[in-house]
């Protein structure tokens, strides 16, 4: 009897094993049809020459596929058959420090057509690396394909003189984004981040008003670097020597704290990018504060806990009078770019 039951199982297993396979075979049959028939992502007008169409779900294939290169799980001669290569980045975010240059990158990473370069490369602001050379600065950018294109960010290029002419010299025609926030809030969050690593290192730091405040004059001191970086016009003019003011889009990165699909979407635009980055892309964490990435059904992301620190209460006329010494800078500001702010 028990014999019976035994093969009668088997039997049973058998069979479910035969389905099972069957249902595997004619899910790969459906995967190979709806990638024939999926809607494509028109890249005309592209940064990259010559008109293509990218299968969205090839596109996110693709991502995956890179993920596990990147890991080393992936052999020369497969890098080279799908088509693998380091490009130079097609657009760079060049700045502003504390302006949400992080935030920015990782959520246009959201985008199928967009590959990042994780970390800040510092090739154009460091002399040493810049020496090395402009292939050197290719190895240091991730892997893609040709029909994407490839973004870094390093907000030092932002302040740093010679940065313009150098990425001239790479290309003339790359874009240029810019993110910025509201002048004073910047420069005291700036000052929050120097003093968490002044404190970690059981340094003291100079208070904010200190800093800001020339002590002999009461004036605001532009010798301090926080408040050299917020004057947003003085830093533009010297791109604008090189690069005409189309070829930069500006970001208001306090509207991209609280409604960043909307800025997301003007910067596929400028990037001549479909739009595909989605609703469904981004959800509010009520814990942190801020918005949190959605890849997919499976994987999400927030941005590091370092983001969005507390910032020391600073005297309320400090703050006032760097605000009325930013003004007029500001007002050039939104003269030259076209885009007019709320800042005081």
Known sequence: MLFKQQAQLRQKLLV??????????????????????QPVCHVEHRL??????????????????????????????????QRLVQQLPQAIIIGVRKGGTRALLEMLNLHPAVVKASQEIHFFDNDKNYARGVEWYRSKMPLSFPHQITIEKSPAYFITDEVPERIFKMNSSIKLLIIVREPTTRAVSDYTQVLEGKERKNKTYYKFEKLAIDPSTFEVNTKYKAVRTSIYTKHLERWLKFFPVEQFHIVDGDRLITDPLSELTLVEHFLNLPPR????????????????????????????????RIHPEVDSSVLTKLQRFFHPFNQKFYQITGRTFTWP
């Open 16 to 37: 479910l094993g035969s389905l099972a396979i069957g249902s595997v075979l004619y899910l790969v049959a459906r995967v190979g049809t709806l990638e024939r028939l």
């Open 48 to 81: 990259v020459p010559g008109p293509e169409q990218i299968p969205l779900r090839s596109l996110q294939f693709k991502r995956a596929l890179l993920h596990e290169l990147r890991r080393g799980n992936g052999t020369k001669e497969q890098l080279g058959l």
């Open 277 to 308: 980055i989605s609703p469904f892309n981004l959800y509010f964490n009520a814990t942190r504060g801020f918005y949190c990435l959605r890849f997919n059904i499976v994987f999400s992301k927030c941005l590091a806990g370092s983001k969005g």
